[in-house]
């Protein structure tokens, strides 16, 4: 499977997921005030309200942060007239010398634009998985041997994927590093194995009502807060 049918899978089940938790959010909002109703003191309505709140407002903070991923990469990549995804399918458990050779041949081949790119480092095969997502200027960051997050990743993947946006400035590849990992966050429920930080993700108006739902929600929470009143 190349990484551009996998990306609009999950981009589609991403977008999906979003307008669910959007119906869904008020629904729980009722459930809890059904049970919160139950209780016999104010404060045990308070606090119980407030901790189904809380629970909500971070499910639609996630699903806002998951919509605007899918949105930065069908603007950059799927809509853009220069955005493209070159993948690489590789033999698993070479010699580091053995990869380095043949992506070198990918570089020299003509096929790939020198400019700032994203790449993953995945498993098309079954089990499926991602293992390293890191963002590049030039072919020396791949063909690096003192990458050891990079050189660690390649002996188990089968697919090395080269994701350039339409316009590779500075912000473009610091979102498109952003996004393809919270979407791999989605899919899989965590984050590319070799991946230990999240870079910061410029909001969309795509998850607009997301954001502004979470808002209201966060206004409640903090309006039944005795601490707060």
Not at 148 to 160: D, G, M, R, V
Not at 178 to 184: K, P
Not at 186 to 204: A, I, S, Y
């Amino acid at each position: 499977m190349k990484l551009e049918k996998k990306l609009k899978r999950i981009i589609a089940k991403c977008e999906r997921s979003g307008k669910s938790d959007h119906k869904g959010a008020k629904n729980q909002l009722i459930r809890a005030m059904h049970k919160a109703a139950k209780k016999i003191g104010k404060s045990e309505i308070s606090l119980g309200l407030q901790s189904s709140i809380d629970k909500i407002v971070n499910t639609l903070k996630d699903s806002a942060d998951f919509v605007d991923a899918a949105e930065h990469v069908k603007d950059m990549v799927f809509r853009s007239t220069n955005g493209f995804i070159h993948d690489i399918r590789i033999k698993p458990r070479q010699q580091l010398n053995a990869y380095l050779d043949q992506l070198q041949e990918e570089f020299q081949s003509g096929k790939l634009s020198f400019r700032p790119y994203v790449y993953v480092l995945w498993r098309a095969k079954s089990p499926n998985r991602f293992y390293y997502i890191g963002r590049a200027t030039d072919d020396s960051r791949l063909l690096g041997t003192r990458h050891t997050k990079l050189a660690a990743s390649l002996p188990l993947c089968t697919n090395i994927s080269i994701v350039f946006p339409g316009v590779s400035n500075d912000d473009n590849i610091r979102n498109l590093e952003a996004s393809l990992i919270r979407l791999v966050e989605f899919e899989f429920g965590e984050m590319p194995v070799n991946n230990d930080k999240r870079e910061n993700l410029d909001t969309q108006s795509t998850s607009n009502s997301l954001v502004k739902l979470a808002r209201f929600f966060t206004k409640i929470g903090k309006d039944l807060d005795p601490v707060e009143n």
